[in-house]
């Protein structure tokens, strides 16, 4: 075998390696049942809040609430691409960002304890990185666009975001549906005799 076929090999493993990751997106009720299998835990805070920001954990346990003009968020100072990050706080976390925060617990705790939970759910091959893919699948299957989804992930590049635009489809083909339809007039109401 020659160089080039060995890398034509090493290649190929690394896209089906890669396609395989990206299609370990957990459902809200699936990250519901981890959490639950937490209980009450600072692991469980983590978890949670991993999955309504799209953040990796590291951000997630760095992060400092702030209240904005347009309410509560969580901020970070550097994130993996050297910029500071700002997300709003969903409804459903803002008690736990309101509370002991940032919490008082380590990225590899979280990670084991997750883990852990993972399996006993019967999602062994899920991982902790997967809650991201979550946040960004949810958020594009209710219509969120790309660009947007981008900017809560801190995507530096489109590109990086790219990888959703499957998820998109429906939305688009909805969109090119729209093209050239006639709006529908109201009709005028029949007066009363």
Avoid: C
């Amino acid at each position: 075998m020659n160089d080039d076929t060995m890398g034509d090999i090493f290649r190929a493993a690394k896209k089906v390696s890669q396609a395989k990751r990206a299609s370990n997106r957990l459902s809200g009720p699936e990250v519901l049942r981890v959490a639950r299998h937490l209980g009450l835990s600072w692991s469980r805070d983590a978890v949670r809040v991993a999955f309504y920001t799209g953040w990796r954990i590291g951000e997630v346990l760095a992060a400092q609430p702030i209240d904005t003009p347009s309410g509560l968020a969580l901020a970070i100072t550097d994130s993996k691409n050297g910029t500071p990050r700002m997300v709003p706080v969903h409804p459903r976390i803002a008690h736990l960002v309101r509370g002991t925060w940032p919490l008082p617990v380590t990225k590899w705790t979280v990670s084991k304890d997750a883990k852990a939970a993972f399996r006993a759910v019967g999602l062994g091959h899920a991982r902790l990185h997967d809650l991201r893919h979550s946040a960004a699948s949810e958020m594009i299957n209710a219509g969120v666009d790309l660009y947007t989804v981008g900017g809560v992930l801190g995507h530096k590049s489109a590109v990086s975001t790219a990888r959703y635009a499957h998820l998109a489809q429906a939305r688009l083909r909805e969109a090119v549906g729209k093209i050239g339809a006639r709006k529908s007039q109201p009709r005028p109401e029949a007066k009363a005799a």
